[in-house]
């Protein structure tokens, strides 16, 4: 990538941690990344390019944080190492993180590629959870134990981004989520035992 396109990026990023979606314009961005409007639209074709394109990157960041399947570890450990890396994205790169999970534009529909990427991320942790489960266990129950992982962790998260995260450190809130998670795992385990 271009470092006026990561310029731009990181402008967008900046821009919506500080006023959401509505502080994206295609004005304010290329006045914060000091380019001029005609540079955005000649990157990224506006705001819905921009979108987009934190939209696969915040994607990526999360399917590479759980491609973890060929680690050495067991199921239990290889889905904390997973929801663990999850963790690590959702604080390092949380404007891509809220916009992929909860504070996205009215106006923006993610593209072919941008939906793509988002499956393939979904893939990977229907494939990280069901390391936990028997091997004849239906996609449908797959799909249901990661989906109950993951809004369990994305609730950890949540919480940590809003104002009740002051009452606990952020290292705390990750510990907090990587315990609460390994009970829920175990008991999940010892239902399919």
């Known amino acids: 990538m271009s470092d006026a396109k990561s310029t731009i990026l990181k402008a967008a990023s900046e ?19 000091g380019v001029s409007t005609i540079g955005i639209y000649s990157h990224f074709k506006g705001k819905q390019g921009i979108l987009d394109e934190l939209y696969i990157e915040g994607f990526e960041k999360v399917f590479s944080a759980m ?28 404007a891509h993180y809220r916009l992929i999970f909860g504070e996205s534009d009215a106006g923006y529909s993610p593209s072919e ?40 962790v994305h609730g950890y998260v949540s919480l940590k981004h809003h104002a009740i995260s002051t009452l606990i450190s952020p290292e705390e809130w990750n510990t907090l989520a990587l315990n609460a998670l390994s009970t829920h795992i175990d008991a999940i385990i010892a239902k399919h035992a």
């Open 15 to 33: 821009l919506f941690l500080e006023g959401g979606t509505s502080a994206l314009s295609v004005r304010a961005i290329s006045k914060r990344a």
């Open 67 to 94: 491609d973890i399947l060929k680690s050495a570890k067991g199921p239990r450990e290889t889905i904390l190492q997973g929801v663990k890396g999850y963790l690590e994205v959702a604080d390092k790169y949380e």
């Open 113 to 152: 590629e941008a939906r793509a990427v988002s499956e393939k991320a979904f893939k990977m942790l229907i494939d990280v959870s069901s390391l936990i489960l028997p091997e004849d266990t239906s996609l449908a129950k797959k799909q249901h134990i990661a989906l109950e992982i993951w809004a369990f």
